[in-house]
């Protein structure tokens, strides 16, 4: 990638992230003049608006870190997991994660965790209406096999996402709600895995991959 597409996706990347942190963060503001323009009458209801705004601020940009950041990957499979719950709770989808035990001991490549995060939230993308991200991992003697069913109401994976899930698609298409699917199809190429995604007919979507070990 040269440097004038690195650079639009440096600021397609940026324009998602704003994008998502805008809400909570606008929220808190508004909690914030309520309380200066409403004093104490108001009280009881803008702290829990603010306090959950904050809550929801944090734990999504300890999320996009990881996903994102150069040095923000957990390297710790019970921490990953826990960025992700308390991510998706605000999103209204729940994480099963199953199969993890016999790795929670060993510890995660950067370039494997920051995968794995992002698959999570291009999972949370297919539920529009929350829902359920279920994830399996399994040791398979080609590599680590990853598994990812998103099920809930109007479970959709976009036609723009699917688009753009090759390489070889054109950067200059790329737009702020796309970038991510295209973000992971690199991170993928660059531990030799591939990612299929399948659609069914009730409400679910099949995310799939094949790490080579």
Known sequence: MDRQ???ALA???????????ISPVSAINSGLELLEESGAEFLDDALPLVGRSAEQSKHFLSFFRAAFGSGGAPADWKEQRSLAVNFLQFKKVSLVWDGCGQYESEPMGKELSRLIINL???GAECLPSGGTL???LAALPEGLGLGLLAKGPKANFRDDLRAVMDLSYDINNLTART????YVMNLADQVNSTIEIIATEDDTIEIATLIAQ
């Open 5 to 7: 597409n690195q650079t």
């Open 11 to 21: 600021q397609l990347l940026c324009s998602r992230l704003c994008h998502d942190l």
């Open 120 to 122: 999570i939230l291009l």
């Open 134 to 136: 279920q994830m399996h």
């Open 179 to 182: 970038v991510q699917a295209y």
